[in-house]
């Protein structure tokens, strides 16, 4: 029996995304219209619509396995951060490119930044079968950013992390916003930071409980 993925996606943004107080018209347009599907591990397709994390890599080389996130949380980040279309967006930790795909609906043009480099060709090949042409995936360590193709309006970090550091911040242009879940499980807190003149705020919006990215792990510090 074939699967309608078209009515998947309708049931996902009116169950999952309009629930949770996403009214942003362009977020939803764009999430009833990318095919979700195609972002996951061959023959797990049929699953791409539910409301968990789905693994699209095992863990290896050291490294937590990595997940592309829930429905729900994505699209709340996503409108947190408030996407105008001339900005340019880092998307730090792509995976396969479902949320680079998805911002590069709402904003001029995205930089989709892996550290996988598996996870970074597979972003290659599939963001191009769905019409994201102003997506330019670059792999390079999460933490350190992209300097290259900054500054950046936006900058969305796919996973939970320790803290955001500088060097993130410093890459973004004065009037800059960059979204962040901060800790882990449900004490995690959504936050958005804003540079104005130079000088960056946080605020703290909602709570989130997302995966971690390993990258972003602070070490413990030792204390007498």
Same mark, same amino acid.
């Given at each position: 029996?074939?699967?309608?993925?078209?009515?998947?996606?309708?049931?996902?943004?009116?169950?999952?995304?309009?629930?949770?107080?996403?009214?942003?018209?362009?977020?939803?347009?764009?999430?009833?219209?990318?095919?979700?599907?195609?972002?996951?591990? #061959?023959?797990?397709?049929?699953?791409?619509?539910?409301?968990?994390?789905?693994?699209?890599?095992?863990?290896?080389?050291?490294?937590?396995?990595?997940?592309?996130?829930?429905?729900?949380?994505?699209? /709340?980040?996503?409108?947190?951060?408030?996407?105008?279309?001339?900005?340019?967006?880092?998307?730090?930790?792509?995976?396969?490119?479902?949320?680079?795909?998805?911002?590069?609906?709402?904003?001029?043009?995205?930089?989709?930044?892996?550290?996988? !480099?598996?996870?970074?060709?597979?972003?290659?090949?599939?963001?191009?079968?769905?019409?994201?042409?102003?997506?330019?995936?670059?792999?390079?360590?999460? #933490?350190?950013?992209?300097? !290259?193709?900054?500054?950046?309006?936006?900058?969305?970090?796919?996973?939970?992390?320790? #803290?955001?550091?500088?060097?993130?911040?410093?890459?973004?242009?004065?009037?800059?916003?960059?979204?962040?879940?901060?800790?882990?499980?449900?004490?995690? /807190?959504?936050?958005?930071?804003?540079?104005?003149?130079?000088?960056?705020?946080?605020?703290?919006?909602?709570? !989130?409980?997302?995966?971690?990215?390993?990258?972003?792990?602070? !070490?413990?510090?030792?204390?007498?």
């Amino acid at each position: 029996m074939s699967i309608d993925f078209q009515e998947l996606r309708v049931k996902m943004v009116d169950g999952q995304i309009r629930t949770t107080d996403v009214t942003n018209i362009a977020i939803l347009s764009a999430m009833l219209a990318m095919p979700r599907e195609k972002f996951v591990p #061959a023959g797990r397709e049929p699953l791409a619509y539910i409301d968990e994390d789905i693994q699209i890599a095992p863990a290896r080389d050291g490294h937590a396995a990595r997940y592309l996130m829930e429905p729900s949380p994505f699209a /709340r980040l996503v409108q947190l951060i408030e996407i105008r279309p001339d900005d340019v967006i880092l998307d730090v930790g792509c995976g396969t490119g479902y949320s680079s795909a998805i911002l590069s609906r709402l904003g001029a043009s995205v930089v989709a930044l892996e550290s996988d !480099a598996e996870l970074a060709t597979r972003a290659r090949e599939i963001l191009p079968q769905v019409e994201c042409g102003n997506v330019t995936v670059v792999e390079g360590a999460l #933490a350190a950013g992209h300097p !290259a193709g900054g500054p950046y309006d936006v900058i969305f970090i796919n996973g939970a992390v320790d #803290a955001v550091p500088a060097a993130l911040l410093d890459q973004l242009r004065d009037g800059g916003r960059l979204v962040a879940v901060i800790g882990v499980g449900n004490a995690a /807190r959504a936050m958005l930071y804003v540079k104005e003149e130079g000088v960056v705020s946080a605020r703290h919006a909602f709570n !989130a409980a997302l995966r971690p990215l390993d990258e972003f792990r602070v !070490a413990p510090v030792f204390q007498f």
